[in-house]
Each structure stands twice: as structure tokens, then as C-alpha cells.
């Protein structure tokens, strides 16, 4: 079973399952991959609904103490060995008690209507919802769009971004129009940074736009995934870092999703999202880590985060 909500449009839902492509194949229909991007998985209708098996295994949750130790050996890395910025992730487990999928799938699409919103059950992914605010490529025709979004504050929060959080946004959006020159791209408009309130936080967020052969849109998804808002700088440094710190297989946290057409494409982030086991939701959480990083405060902030998902569950 697929559900999925494209901002401005209506519900999409299906019957059938995912199938494995290689890295090598086309991005045709509604695709997702793993957080490095080296599995990929496209749906394929069928009558028959797949459903997980119970073995599924339990996602690791990290605690309060372990999340903060690790933001410290960062930021020693940090000043030592040449990282710039690490994205580290973690897990927030909540009971679902007697909220249907279907249910909390309607109230995101009701709460973030500019939202990329889903949810799948799959024998081989398992069952998975998200509301993403982040755009990784968006495609009419041969017009494209890029959105760098990075720095995170409460939405009820009044105060001037910081400038950790104005350098999380440069270096994002830096990477960004990097990856387009490396594709000979040299004709953009950039527009931004700006506010862009994302539910329970806001973001500083960096609209790129500019035309191209179609042709380059799979070698673009290739270059720009992941990018420094999900893994880091430089990114190899920076997913060795991850693989490190991080107890949890992130899965499909911080993959790519989205439907691929031959006249549009709509390709996210798959962030704010969240793995459903034993009618526990664990949802994965991030937060850029630089010199300036308060372990304390990235602690806050995944925690604001997490209130995407889990403040719809306290709804009645």
C-alpha cells in the first residue's frame, strides 16, 4: 500500500510494492532510497498488498547522554581532523496506542499543506511515514528547482538567526551551486536565504532555479544526494563520522523520495519521516554539527523536530 500527498495536489493511493533497481537504472515512477543513496527501490502496482513480516528488527533509540557525548567527540573532530559539518541523527520512540497510519497520514496532510506527506507498508521496506519540507530537485519540463534548507529555530521563537545557523544555510546552498558547476550549470537565479516556516521549526532556506536538458536530471540527483543538510562536509569524512557515532541503520532517513514522470519530477528529502514496528513509531531526527555547536541546544533542536510527527499523535 503507497499513500503519498504532493503539495497542491490530491491524495495518491496504491496497491502493490517495492522492487530493488541498480544505482546504474533510470528514476522512473515513485522512488526512494536508502540515506546513501546506493539502494534504491521503485513501487510497482499490484493487486496483492504487501505486507511486513513481524521479524522486523527494532530500530536503536540513542539516549539524552549518548546523543550529547557524541555532539562533543564531534566538535574535537571538528577542530582536528578537518570536518567542517556533521549531521547526526537519532531516534525518538512513541506508542501509536490506537492511532491508525491512515489517520496521522490524514492530519499531516491537514497540518503541512506544503509538505511532501506519505506512507507505505512494504514486505521488504516495512512500514514507513513522513512529511518532508525539503526538496532536492523539482523538475517542469526542462526547468528546474533546488531548495537549500538548513539552520533550524522554533517556530515560536523571535529572535534574529545565529550565525552557526547562517553558516549551516552558506554551506548548504555553497555545495549546491558547486554541484550545478560541476554539471557545466552556470545560468541560475538564487534567491534567498529566507525564513521558511516548517510546522514546529523554521529553517533558513535558499531557492535555486535555472533551465536545463532533461537529459542531466538523474546525473544531478547523483551529485547532489546527500547533501551537507543530511550527511556533512567534506561528505565522505563526514558519513565515516556518522557510521561511527550512530548506533541505528538510518534505512530510508535522509534517502531521497519522489515521483519521477516524464514531463515533472518531484524528488524530497526523506526527512521528518518515521519506521512503524510493533505499533511503536520511531521517528529519525537530525542535527548539524560545526565549531560553534551547544550540545545541549542540538539536543533541543532534534527534539523540536521530533514534534512533526509525535504532536499529531497526542491529538484526539
Not at 239 to 251: D, M, Q, T, V, W
Request: net charge negative; hydrophobic share 35%; charged share 25%.
Amino acid at each position: 500500500m503507497l499513500l503519498y500527498r504532493l503539495p497542491g495536489h490530491e491524495v495518491q493511493r496504491f496497491e502493490g510494492s517495492f522492487e530493488r533497481i541498480h544505482i546504474e537504472a533510470p528514476l522512473q515512477g515513485f522512488v526512494v532510497s536508502s540515506s546513501d543513496g546506493k539502494h534504491r527501490f521503485v513501487f510497482k502496482e499490484n493487486k496483492k498488498t504487501s505486507v511486513p513480516e513481524d521479524t522486523e528488527s527494532i530500530p536503536e533509540v540513542m539516549e539524552e547522554h549518548q546523543f550529547l557525548d557524541s555532539v562533543h567527540k564531534l566538535k574535537i573532530a571538528i577542530k582536528h581532523a578537518g570536518l567542517v559539518k556533521v549531521v547526526l541523527s537519532r531516534i525518538v520512540k512513541k506508542n501509536l496506542n490506537a492511532t491508525s497510519l491512515k489517520d496521522l497520514f490524514g492530519r499531516l496532510c491537514t497540518t503541512y499543506p506544503n509538505a511532501f506527506v506519505y506512507c507505505f507498508s512494504d514486505a521488504t521496506l516495512g512500514v514507513w511515514i513522513g512529511a518532508s519540507p525539503e526538496v532536492l530537485l523539482r523538475r517542469i519540463d526542462h526547468h528546474f528547482f533546488l531548495m537549500s534548507l538548513a539552520g533550524t529555530k522554533k517556530s515560536t521563537e523571535q529572535r534574529e538567526w545565529t550565525e552557526k545557523e547562517k553558516y549551516e544555510q552558506h554551506l548548504v546552498t555553497d555545495y549546491l551551486i558547486d554541484c550545478l558547476s560541476r554539471q557545466t550549470i552556470v545560468d541560475k537565479e538564487v534567491h534567498g536565504p529566507y525564513s521558511h516556516e516548517a510546522g514546529p521549526v523554521t529553517h533558513l532556506r535558499t531557492d535555486i532555479t535555472f533551465s536545463a536538458d532533461v537529459a542531466i536530471e538523474k546525473a544531478l540527483v547523483d551529485t547532489l544526494h546527500p547533501t551537507p543538510a543530511v550527511c556533512g562536509l567534506p561528505r565522505e569524512m563526514a558519513a565515516e563520522a556518522i557510521s561511527l557515532l550512530e548506533a541505528h541503520n538510518r534505512e530510508l532517513y535522509s534517502g531521497f523520495i519522489g515521483v519521477f514522470e516524464k514531463k515533472q519530477t518531484h524528488c524530497y528529502v526523506n526527512l521528518r519521516c518515521a519506521k512503524v514496528v510493533n505499533h511503536s513509531l520511531y521517528a529519525f531526527v537530525g542535527a548539524g554539527i560545526t565549531s560553534e555547536s551547544n550540545e545541549q541546544e542540538e539536543w533541543k533542536e532534534t527534539e523540536n523536530k521530533s514534534r512533526t510527527l509525535l504532536d499529531l499523535l497526542e491529538m484526539h
